[in-house]
């Protein structure tokens, strides 16, 4: 523990008020015989210990549990009745194993009463509770931004049968190339009109290379996201895949886009999900149209299909872990996800029906603000 919890300092100065405490030292034990002082309240004195110093203790103040009298631990407690100190309470981190030591002292000095202690003791397992939750919150997070690097990477894995191909393409025209040049490498109209071809080739690969790695790996910012780059993005990896399922997949979007206060992954997480979503949902010869525009506070992205569209009453549902409208199908988290995300950065996302029939799915998001 490196600070208190947020809220805990009132704790400790409702404590000083409400009690005949008049100053308590906040330790966090090291090891076992050494403490760190973490916070000082209450009056001074001439015999205060400096915040961040480090104070050697006896095993028996800081192994011990629960409040007690300085004067019951005997020498163990001379070096904080040294301090001036009457009382301490020592409570423990289950998760984490550290351990906390309340050092009080009494109105003048005097010894602390039992409800003192007692309050003493209920302010100690107080601070480690705190500190308890910041962990378990702190994982959490961690954990959550696992769960959206695994689905950033499960929309790529589906679609490596894609990504093949459309290397493949590219490399067949370099190894045509390379077949000739020993027997034509002279050839002038060889040189002009196959050599940037095949170069025109190469940088493609590179650039779909670039462009699943992009999506694969996390971005250093946390918002400022170009919606042509990231909709750009999403349409070239999806370009096999559309045309393998014989349905067009068009983008249509305002010229100028303010930046979108969300991250450039994740922007290109949802609309990864929501289109490869709107091409299973699509019949052959259909259309999946991504258009955005924007207002003076707003982006909107819109995702359309000519699919059979989602019933009203299951349009809620559709956001939830697992939830398929196929039956017997067992759905995935895209969507619960995607919709996490647009909340997190201030958005949302909804589905209502196209206007020629179909599902279409509307995020939104805050533009960027300049600081």
């Given at each position: 523990?490196?600070a208190?919890?947020?809220?805990?300092?009132?704790?400790?100065?409702?404590?000083?008020?409400?009690?005949?405490?008049e100053?308590?030292?906040?330790?966090?034990?090291?090891?076992?015989?050494?403490?760190?002082?973490?916070?000082?309240?209450g009056?001074?004195?001439?015999?205060?210990v400096?915040?961040?110093a480090v104070?050697?203790?006896?095993?028996?103040?800081?192994?011990?549990?629960?409040?007690?009298?300085?004067?019951?631990?005997?020498?163990?407690?001379?070096?904080?009745?040294?301090?001036?100190f009457?009382?301490?309470?020592?409570?423990?981190?289950?998760?984490?194993?550290?351990?906390?030591?309340?050092?009080?002292?009494?109105?003048?000095?005097?010894?602390?009463?039992?409800?003192?202690?007692?309050?003493?003791?209920?302010?100690?397992?107080?601070?480690?509770?705190?500190?308890?939750r910041?962990?378990?919150?702190?994982?959490?997070?961690?954990?959550?931004?696992?769960?959206?690097?695994?689905?950033?990477?499960?929309?790529?894995?589906?679609?490596?049968?894609?990504?093949?191909?459309?290397?493949?393409?590219?490399?067949?025209?370099?190894k045509?190339?390379?077949?000739?040049?020993p027997?034509q490498?002279?050839d002038?109209?060889?040189?002009?009109?196959?050599?940037?071809?095949a170069?025109?080739e190469?940088r493609?690969?590179?650039r779909?290379?670039?462009?699943?790695?992009?999506?694969?790996?996390?971005?250093a910012?946390?918002?400022?996201?170009?919606?042509?780059?990231?909709?750009?993005?999403?349409?070239?990896?999806?370009?096999?895949?559309?045309?393998?399922s014989?349905?067009s997949?068009?983008?249509?979007?305002?010229?100028a886009?303010?930046?979108?206060?969300?991250?450039?992954?994740?922007?290109?997480?949802?609309?990864?999900?929501?289109c490869?979503?709107?091409?299973?949902?699509?019949?052959?010869?259909?259309r999946?149209?991504?258009?955005?525009?924007?207002?003076?506070?707003?982006?909107?992205?819109?995702?359309?299909?000519?699919?059979?569209?989602?019933?009203?009453?299951?349009?809620?549902?559709?956001?939830?872990?697992?939830?398929?409208?196929?039956?017997?199908?067992?759905?995935?988290?895209g969507l619960?996800?995607?919709?996490?995300?647009?909340?997190?950065?201030?958005?949302r996302?909804?589905?209502?029906?196209?206007?020629?029939?179909?599902?279409?799915?509307?995020?939104?998001?805050?533009?960027?603000?300049?600081?």
């Amino acid at each position: 523990m490196d600070a208190l919890p947020e809220g805990f300092s009132r704790r400790l100065d409702t404590l000083l008020r409400d009690t005949a405490i008049e100053r308590i030292v906040v330790l966090v034990c090291e090891d076992d015989d050494l403490a760190r002082v973490l916070a000082d309240y209450g009056a001074a004195d001439a015999g205060a210990v400096a915040v961040g110093a480090v104070l050697s203790l006896p095993r028996a103040c800081t192994r011990r549990s629960g409040p007690c009298e300085i004067a019951d631990l005997g020498e163990a407690g001379k070096p904080l009745a040294d301090l001036g100190f009457s009382g301490l309470a020592v409570a423990s981190n289950a998760t984490s194993g550290s351990r906390v030591v309340l050092a009080a002292r009494g109105e003048r000095g005097r010894a602390l009463r039992p409800r003192d202690l007692a309050e003493l003791g209920s302010a100690a397992q107080h601070l480690v509770a705190g500190d308890d939750r910041a962990g378990i919150a702190s994982r959490l997070e961690s954990l959550d931004e696992q769960v959206c690097r695994l689905d950033r990477l499960a929309a790529l894995g589906g679609l490596v049968a894609e990504i093949v191909h459309e290397i493949r393409n590219p490399l067949v025209s370099v190894k045509t190339l390379l077949e000739l040049l020993p027997e034509q490498g002279d050839d002038p109209e060889l040189l002009e009109n196959f050599l940037p071809v095949a170069l025109d080739e190469i940088r493609r690969v590179e650039r779909l290379l670039e462009n699943v790695l992009s999506h694969a790996r996390p971005s250093a910012g946390s918002g400022g996201a170009d919606v042509h780059d990231a909709i750009a993005s999403v349409t070239q990896l999806l370009s096999q895949r559309a045309r393998a399922s014989v349905v067009s997949l068009e983008s249509d979007c305002e010229d100028a886009l303010p930046a979108a206060a969300i991250g450039e992954d994740e922007l290109r997480q949802v609309l990864l999900n929501l289109c490869i979503n709107a091409l299973d949902a699509s019949p052959q010869n259909g259309r999946v149209r991504i258009a955005a525009s924007s207002s003076h506070d707003a982006l909107r992205i819109e995702v359309s299909d000519e699919g059979p569209g989602v019933p009203s009453e299951l349009r809620e549902k559709l956001f939830e872990p697992f939830f398929s409208t196929k039956d017997g199908a067992t759905g995935g988290l895209g969507l619960a996800i995607s919709r996490r995300i647009a909340s997190a950065c201030g958005g949302r996302l909804t589905v209502g029906d196209g206007s020629s029939g179909g599902a279409v799915f509307q995020l939104e998001v805050p533009v960027e603000r300049a600081d």
